[in-house]
């Protein structure tokens, strides 16, 4: 079993940034595929960002693209999402996730990933 341990949310005003980290306790943490979703209160959980095992393979819901950066350090067994010009339809929990298979490039879908974070709460006020 994965751990993954999300940190970073908090509240910022609208054009504020957060950058949210995910720390796991992984040893095949480098050639993972991790992912970044989020929900919002009464809505269903999106795909935020992805990260393959190259750090070259990203991709971003339409929305984060521009503002949003998904970085990895392997050193760190740590996957980052930098969030910038946030805006108040951004506040939603965020979720870190990683996918069991490994050496496979970004993956966009829920069904995609087998280990979840606990979620880190982001509001962003107008």
């Known amino acids: 079993q994965v751990q993954l341990v999300e940190s970073g949310g908090g509240l910022v005003q609208a054009g504020g940034s957060l950058r949210l980290s995910c720390a796991a306790a992984?040893?095949?943490?480098?050639?993972?595929?991790m992912g970044w979703f989020r929900q919002a209160l009464g809505k269903e959980r999106e795909f935020v960002a992805s990260i393959g095992w190259s750090p070259t393979q990203t991709s971003y819901v339409d929305s984060a693209k521009g503002r949003f950066t998904i970085s990895r350090d392997n050193a760190k067994n740590t996957v980052y999402l930098q969030m910038n010009s946030l805006k108040p339809e951004d506040t939603a929990i965020y979720y870190c996730?990683?996918?069991?298979?490994?050496?496979?490039?970004?993956?966009?879908?829920?069904?995609?990933?087998?280990?979840w974070g606990q979620g880190t709460q982001v509001t962003v006020s107008s």
């Open positions: 992984d040893g095949t943490f480098s050639s993972a595929t």
């Open positions: 996730a990683r996918s069991k298979l490994l050496w496979i490039g970004v993956r966009t879908s829920t069904y995609d990933y087998d280990y």
